[in-house]
């Protein structure tokens, strides 16, 4: 008989980490040290845990590039000791970090899994207890002794998503994301129900994990609006040391003709900052030339961002950024798919 998995459950913060005092109706921070013993459930899963909280819980508004490296360092740390890792965050950027942890880590060969809540584990309505005990279940899953996962994934009410396909679409609903141009990757029901032909396969068997810890945080996020003042591109374009801007356009990845933004664009671009069209729809694809509104961000160098969420672009955009990369291997490197977050179309 094989020996159960061994799961490390890490606690950063957020609101599955709290209980309610019943005394004083105030929520508070939970013991993560305690945790197995706080849920009883957890002792009937066929596998260890052991979890390890940050110092100071933090809510996932906090989050930022300093945290994303301690969470790779915890799991950089603890890789050969473990199976799997299941990560607790805030969800409200539950997207964001855990995009960036996926690329982060390279030649992955386990299951890493962030989850949360929307409502803390001591509530007596909490989604909490799902999340988590099926998220341990998950990374604890294994085939012919080898884990069914290895890749960052997301999971939250009854669905499990390649994390930097989601995105955070509820504060309300207990179904609080969505992957929408990526299946899920596993849905639990009366059986939990692994997508096997969606689920990465890791190449080569041999390659040892790497770890990259330099991001880059000088970027920006550009929404475009009808009616959007030159000025304000202007101001932003202008930031000192800016190195990546995520422009979120309309529709297949349309933008105004007008000379003067595409002027403003193509000075940014000879400056050497990189721009990524991104749309704004929840689902669908840029498909920069498709239209006449996007054929001139074809020609002065715009990066096709293809169908990828704005959450794993800023990810994306972190982590190239800061390695030296010529023009050229840049945009061939972000226009194609590097942890799956992006659908490579011929
Ligand atoms: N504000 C919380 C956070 O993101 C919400 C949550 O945990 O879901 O940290």
Do not use: W
């Not at 799902?130 to 279940?137: A, D, G, R």
């Not at 202007?234 to 529709?251: A, C, D, R, W």
């Not at 664009?265 to 000879?270: P, Q, R």
């Not at 749309?279 to 074809?298: D, F, K, R, W």
Request: aromatic content about 8%; overall charge neutral; some cysteine.
């Amino acid at each position: 008989m094989t020996n159960p998995p061994n799961i490390l459950l890490i606690y950063t913060g957020g609101t599955i980490g709290m209980v309610k005092d019943y005394k004083t109706n105030a929520l508070k921070a939970f013991d993560f040290s305690q945790i197995v013993d706080n849920i009883p459930e957890l002792q009937q899963l066929n596998c260890h845990i052991k979890s390890i909280s940050f110092k100071e819980p933090i809510d996932s508004s906090n989050m930022n590039i300093k945290y994303y490296v301690d969470i790779v360092e915890l799991i950089e740390k603890n890789y050969t000791k473990f199976d799997g890792f299941v990560i607790l965050t805030g969800s409200d950027t539950m997207s964001y970090v855990s995009s960036a942890v996926s690329f982060m880590l390279k030649n992955l060969k386990k299951p890493i899994i962030f989850t949360g809540s929307q409502l803390p584990i001591g509530d007596l309505r909490t989604d909490a207890k799902e999340n988590l005990i099926t998220s341990i279940q998950i990374a604890a899953s294994q085939e012919d002794g080898k884990p069914v996962l290895a890749e960052v994934c997301l999971y939250f009410e009854y669905k499990l998503y390649r994390a930097n396909r989601t995105t955070k679409i509820s504060a309300e609903q207990f179904e609080a994301f969505t992957s929408m141009n990526y299946p899920p990757l596993a849905e639990s029901g009366v059986h939990l129900n692994f997508n096997k032909h969606l689920i990465h396969q890791p190449k080569n068997k041999h390659d040892e994990l790497i770890v990259r810890k330099q991001l880059a945080n000088d970027i920006v996020i550009l929404k475009l609006f009808p009616g959007i003042r030159k000025e304000v591109v202007q101001s932003i374009l202008e930031i000192p040391n800016l190195k990546g801007v995520v422009l979120e356009t309309y529709g297949s990845g349309n933008a105004p003709t007008s000379k003067s933004f595409i002027k403003l664009l193509e000075d940014a671009i000879d400056k050497g900052i990189k721009i990524v069209n991104v749309t704004q729809c929840a689902g669908g694809s840029v498909i920069q030339g498709h239209y006449e509104t996007s054929v001139a961000l074809n020609k002065i160098g715009v990066i096709n961002g293809k169908d990828i969420t704005t959450e794993a672009a800023i990810a994306k955009l972190m982590h190239l950024l800061n390695k030296n990369l010529t023009v050229l291997d840049f945009k061939f490197l972000f226009e194609k798919s590097m942890r799956g977050e992006i659908t490579e179309v011929e």
